[in-house]
Nanobody, 127 residues
Framework: QVQLVESGGGLVQPGGSLRLSCEVS????????IGWFRQAPGKPREGVSC????????EYSDSVKSRFTISRDNAKNTVYLQMNSLKPEDTAIYYC????????????????????WGQGTQVTVSS
């Protein structure tokens, strides 16, 4: 059974850091693309970052580039999102998603429809 479980969300002050984790079960990271989306109240879902399990190739949205870093630990079947220099506009529910097909240019991950989703974790950036 495919399952993705996010953790690591919370409340942080502007300029602070958080690390999100996405632990997957039922499959291994090799052969998959794993990524993060976020959705703030009243706003559409936004693709944040993704990583291809077999080679570690990554992709970031312009809004988080240079502040967020995605990584994976294939032995632990876990993908991480290190978020630094957080801003109030980063406040959202962050969702982990997996694509069983990985043979495409990574920006297209954010447009893929047949993704497996986690339950989400809340990130709040506020003073």
């Amino acid at each position: 059974q495919v399952q993705l479980v996010e953790s690591g969300g919370g409340l942080v002050q502007p300029g602070g850091s958080l690390r999100l984790s996405c632990e997957v079960s039922g499959f291994t990271l090799d052969g998959y693309v794993i990524g993060w989306f976020r959705q703030a109240p009243g706003k559409p879902r936004e693709g944040v970052s993704c990583i291809r399990g077999r080679d570690g190739l990554t992709e970031y949205s312009d809004s988080v580039k240079s502040r967020f870093t995605i990584s994976r630990d294939n032995a632990k079947n876990t993908v991480y999102l290190q978020m630094n220099s957080l801003k109030p506009e980063d406040t959202a529910i962050y969702y982990c998603a997996a694509d069983y097909y990985d043979d495409y240019d990574l920006p297209f991950f954010f447009l893929r429809s047949a993704l497996r989703w986690g339950q989400g974790t809340q990130v709040t950036v506020s003073s």
